[in-house]
Structure formats: C-alpha cells, structure tokens
C-alpha cells in the first residue's frame, strides 16, 4: 500500500517527509470552486476531503492524504490571492488583528469509508503593518501560492506578534496530529520511520 499526497504544495512535501520519506505526491484536480460550508474550518474540511477523494478513487488500494488551508479573519475566508491588490486587500485586514488559519487533513484508503478527517487551528496575530511594508511584501512572489497571502515560513515571520497553536500547520500540514493518525497505518506496512534530530 503506497502513501500518496494529494497536494503539489512543496512545503507539504516536506512537512510530510517529517513523518515518514516513503511517499508520492499526485495534485487532485478536485473542483474547489464546488464547495460550499457554513464555516472557514468546515470549508477546509471539505476540500481536503474532496481532493483526497478525487485521488483516492484512481488509487484504491493506496493510502490517500488531502489537506486543504484557508485564513479566516473577521469571518471571511483568504484563500490564495488572485493579483496585487487582493495580496494587499488580505494584508491590510490582518494587520493588527488575530486570524485563524484552518486546515482541514482527510485519510483515505482500504478500510477508510469515505475518508477519515480532522482540522487543526492556530490563532495567528500580525504587528500593525505600514503601508510600505505590504507594498513590499507583495512585490515578491511570496504571497501568491499560500493562503491569506502571506507564507509564515518567510519574510512574513517578521509580521508574526503572538502564536497559540501548531505553528507548522501554518504552513499548510498539522505534522505532529497527521503522524499520529498516519502511525497505525505506517507501522503495519513497517515504514514508519522517525528522524533523529540532534
């Protein structure tokens, strides 16, 4: 039984590799545009579920991880931004504020029915930034892949006041809440493999 992530997000691939290096990545092609939830973190739930879905029905017999981000701040979700101005519109709401960044893991694969899933949040607050700070920040290419416009892992740690949460489900993957579901799994295929940090 083969391990697949259902995301071409590189830094999955290497939260991932955390847990365990025996792994593929195959994106879904899972329509997002056709989910609709009461809640930012029902929404993640709900595309991580359909594209771990969508790659699992060409997989059957393997074992499946979707996940899916978004930021919710004042009740809006920020998914990723489309242009210049909605990385700004983005970055000028979660100056100053908290926000909560939602994302939804869902496990598919021989006895899973219909895929087993759970959300992780982490409430993130931003310093008050300047105007001249976005209009740098989104004249990178930093923000443009990553939900709510900004990528915790690279210029915008300097924007990071106060974190309560898993910092790595920031990035995009809850590490240690998807090893322990992965571990039952991983070990009855004899994979599992934990790195040694020194």
Not at 44 to 67: F, S, Y
Not at 114 to 127: L, S, W
Not at 140 to 166: H, R, S, V
Request: net charge negative; glycine share 8%; charged share 20%.
């Amino acid at each position: 039984m083969a391990l697949i992530l259902a995301s071409a997000s590189p830094r999955r691939s290497e939260l991932l590799a955390r847990i365990t290096p025996h792994f593929t990545v195959q994106a879904s092609d899972f329509d997002e545009g056709a989910v609709s939830a009461p809640t930012p973190r029902e929404t993640a739930l709900a595309l991580a579920r359909g594209k771990c879905l969508a790659v699992a029905a060409l997989h059957p017999q393997d074992l499946v991880v979707g996940c899916d981000t978004v930021v919710e701040c004042a009740g809006q979700v920020f998914g990723k931004p489309r242009d210049a101005a909605d990385a700004r519109r983005m970055l000028t709401a979660l100056s100053g504020a908290d926000h909560f960044v939602h994302t939804g893991v869902a496990l598919a694969g021989p006895g899973l029915a219909n895929a087993q899933c759970f959300a992780a949040t982490t409430r993130v607050r931003f310093f008050p930034l300047t105007d001249a700070q976005i209009e740098a920040y989104i004249a990178t290419p930093e923000p443009y892949d990553k939900a709510g416009g900004y990528g915790i892992q690279g210029a915008a740690a300097l924007f990071c006041e106060e974190i309560e949460g898993d910092y790595y489900n920031i990035m995009g993957l809850p590490v240690s809440r998807l090893a322990r579901a992965l571990a039952p799994f991983l070990q009855k295929e004899g994979r599992f493999a934990p790195q040694n940090h020194e």
